[in-house]
């Protein structure tokens, strides 16, 4: 008889140097919450966003951003990969292996490009590549304003792939008081769309009636 073992539930965050790093922050917070193992893909201007916005220093090397991050969210240690941009083997980069979620929050005008035109030149574009071609979940959370015809074009054309494209846009009718609100507001719809059970803002036309 073949053996099947169980798997953790597992998924690909990528962050990307696009304002936002805060979105990103906290979805890797409730990523981790909801016991996901997650595969965490940073590019080099995504660590200038987060020191910028955020006043964090991650360091370049995988192992040592992962302590950082696993001390400042006090999470298993074994819950989170930090992979490196040319880390080739790991798990993202086959589609034998790799997680079927993926998102890429935030996720820059480069990056779309890149991943539109199949470009695979580091981990995070081969990740989404490999989500694209096994036909999994690939969520691009995009910060630009305004949107060239090419950032249009570009998104467009992964739209007729399956990719779902989420502007990095929070609503405003949860009455926000704070930054924090309006950072919910979008993981919330991530959240959502992966199909992982959240409270972090109450629902349209539940508790939203004026
Ligand atoms: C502080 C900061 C904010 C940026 N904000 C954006 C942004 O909102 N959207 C965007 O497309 N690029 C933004 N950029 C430019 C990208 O980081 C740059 O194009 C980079 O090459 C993207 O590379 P990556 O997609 O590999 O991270 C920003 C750069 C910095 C330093």
């Not at 990307?16 to 790093?21: E, F, I, N, V």
């Not at 096994?134 to 304003?145: A, I, K, N, S, Y």
Request: net charge negative; with cysteine.
């Amino acid at each position: 008889m073949a053996q099947l073992t169980k798997q953790k539930q597992a998924i690909t965050l990528a962050w990307t140097g696009a304002s936002g790093a805060p979105y990103g922050l906290r979805l890797l917070e409730c990523l981790l919450a909801a016991d996901y193992t997650v595969y965490l893909l940073i590019s080099s201007a995504a660590r200038v966003v987060l020191a910028t916005e955020h006043g964090l220093q991650l360091a370049s090397q995988p192992d040592a951003a992962k302590q950082q991050l696993v001390a400042f969210f006090d999470c298993d240690p074994n819950q989170l990969v930090v992979c490196g941009k040319e880390e080739w083997f790991s798990p993202v980069a086959s589609g034998s292996a790799a997680p079927k979620q993926m998102v890429v929050c935030p996720c820059s005008a480069g990056s779309v490009a890149a991943i539109a035109h199949g470009m695979s030149d580091n981990l995070i574009e081969r990740a989404a590549d490999v989500v694209i071609k096994e036909r999994g979940q690939l969520l691009l959370v995009v910060r630009e304003t305004p949107f060239s015809t090419l950032h249009l074009e570009n998104m467009h054309k992964l739209s007729q792939l399956g990719v779902t494209i989420m502007p990095a846009a929070p609503g405003f009718y949860h009455q926000p008081t704070s930054i924090e609100d309006l950072v919910d507001f979008m993981v919330a719809r991530i959240l959502d769309h992966l199909g992982i059970e959240q409270g972090l803002v109450p629902r349209w036309g539940y508790d939203q009636r004026p």
